[in-house]
């Protein structure tokens, strides 16, 4: 009886999608496919996602094994998932708000080196990195709890060092969680809209991702819009297709 | 214990979720209201709209005007899918050229322009960069947020540029003038093109600097009856109202120059 529940959970996500590529003109989609602008929102999304996945990592993974590690950090891993709650507008004002021009350390950075955060690439990344981050956090910091630091105890009283304890034990039990969460961080990123377009702004070739390309092309010409929807999933399917968990998931 | 919280946090939703406002204003009077009328129209027109709104609501009680603002084109959509709407009042002809297209407008009630709005430049309040003129835009580290040429109000910058002859870089093309409004008025933009009405609404925030190629090109917004309106005659009066003297003093008074 449980399939009843699963179909229509499917059909939720499935149908809609299916709605739209019924509305695709197959006649334009090589030229819209193909046309500048989609091309440099396609590699500019894919290049800024990837980027920011990495950050994620880089920052998100150490996040998650001090989260689960830590006692008394629930109050800091709160903060930590805010950017799952907020919308992502209000995450690109705060971001906005931090590192602008007038901004809390923005200001610093523009009037101390003349650096200047929004309106760059470097943005468009920053903007992904953080709703995505919350998203690496949560697989892994979940996984860890599960796995418990049995393990790394056992390690530790065998005369392992922690650098050690955390490359060769650790990460290689996390690798189906890291896998999982990392798809999703970079799937989070690539569809990122609101944030982007609110701290980075939106010129093609720099910050105009695919997601920002959908929506512009939207006010004008609602068939062109469909038309890089596609290209939006096709990407996001190859993605999650390539890069499936490997392990016992 | 933590099946209290549960229940604390559930009952708080409910309760916040019973706390939002209907849309739509209810006045201070909070009547009881039978017949709404359902107006659609472009983001810019805002402040204007909301008290036209408040107009119409006591003049005519019993009636529950919501106003539905947004991008003219994404309200244009709206209404081709099927959105229910009585009136609709766009920034640009084309837009609303699109909406009577696919829906069709009332019988009895010709599509015309209630209002124009001209561009200027908006610069933070005390004009910091001291921008004078359009080709003050294109001057090196000049940071200058527009409209993306595909809304209404980045056609008409488009056009005033060219015909100025000044080519600008934009550090940004966003989906809607309020946005390039929002972004001048936090710092983050030396300048931006939006409408008068726009400097109008962030007074505080913004300041003008008008250029005489402005009022070569403007935006004619029109005002229209859509085929589907539930109670025509109704539109139609706050169609008139807004074209009447009442609502062109009022458009008058936010920004926009009236035909």
Redesign the interface.
Same mark, same amino acid.
Do not use: H, K, M, Q
């Given at each position: 009886m449980l399939w009843i529940p699963a179909a229509l959970g499917l059909a939720l996500v499935a149908l809609p999608i299916i709605g739209l590529i019924s509305r695709v003109d197959p006649a334009r989609l090589p030229e819209e496919l193909t046309s500048p602008a989609a091309l440099d929102a396609l590699w500019l999304s894919v290049r800024t996602s990837a980027a920011a996945t990495g950050l994620c990592l880089l920052l998100g993974l150490p996040l998650a094994v001090c989260l689960a590690r830590v006692p008394r950090t629930r109050l800091l891993r709160a903060v930590v998932l805010l950017p799952m709650v907020m919308p992502p507008v209000v995450g690109g004002l705060a971001l &906005?708000?931090l590192l602008?021009?007038?901004g809390l350390l923005g200001q610093w950075l523009y009037l101390g080196f003349g650096l200047?955060v929004?309106?760059t690439a470097v943005a468009v990344v920053l903007a992904q990195a953080f709703v995505a981050l919350p998203f690496l956090v949560i697989s892994v910091e979940g996984a860890l709890r599960t796995l418990g630091d049995q393990y790394e105890r056992t390690a530790a009283t065998l005369g392992a060092p922690p650098g050690w304890t955390f490359r060769r034990v650790t990460v290689p039990l996390l690798t189906p969680a890291l896998g999982s969460g990392l798809l999703l961080t970079f799937a989070r990123a690539l569809g990122e809209f609101g944030a982007t377009? @609110?701290f980075?702004?939106? @010129?093609q070739g720099r910050?105009?991702t695919l997601p920002l390309e959908i929506? &512009?092309?939207?006010?004008?010409? @609602?068939g062109a819009a469909t038309a890089l929807s596609l290209l939006l999933i096709v990407v996001a399917l190859v993605v999650v297709l390539i890069a499936r968990p490997r392990g016992r998931m | 214990m933590r099946n209290v919280r549960i229940a604390l946090v559930v009952v708080l939703l409910l309760v916040l979720g019973a706390c939002g406002t209907r849309s739509g204003s209810s006045g201070p009077t909070g009547g009881e209201r039978t017949a709404t009328l359902t107006v659609f129209a472009a983001a810019s027109l805002r402040e204007s709209f909301q008290e036209l709104e408040r107009r119409f609501e006591q003049e005519n009680p019993g009636v529950d005007v919501l106003l539905n603002l947004g991008g003219s084109a994404d309200l244009a959509q709206q209404i081709s899918e099927g959105a229910p709407a009585d009136v609709f009042a766009s920034a640009d002809e084309a837009t609303m050229g699109a909406a009577i297209h696919a829906r069709g407008s009332a019988p009895d009630h010709p599509v015309e322009p209630f209002a124009t709005n001209a561009l200027t430049i908006a610069v933070p309040e005390g004009n910091p960069k001291k921008i004078s003129s359009l080709a003050d835009l294109a001057a090196p580290g000049m940071t200058v947020v527009l409209c993306a040429p595909q809304v209404p109000c980045g056609k008409l910058a488009r056009r005033l540029l060219s015909a100025a002859g000044v080519s600008i870089e934009a550090a940004s093309e966003e989906n809607d003038v309020t946005s390039v409004r929002d972004k001048v008025a936090i710092g983050e933009a030396d300048a931006g093109l939006v409408y008068k009405s726009d400097v109008r609404a962030e007074a505080a925030r913004l300041d003008a600097v008008d250029f005489p190629e402005a009022s070569l090109v403007v935006n004619k917004y029109p005002i229209a009856v859509l085929r589907e309106a539930r109670d025509p005659a109704m539109a139609g009066r706050f169609v008139s109202m807004v074209k009447g003297p009442v609502g062109q003093e009022i458009l008058r008074s936010h920004g926009f120059q009236t035909p």
């Open positions: &906005l708000y602008g021009r007038n200047r929004p309106f377009i @609110v980075a702004g939106s @010129v910050t105009r929506y &512009l092309r939207r006010e004008s010409d @609602v | -």
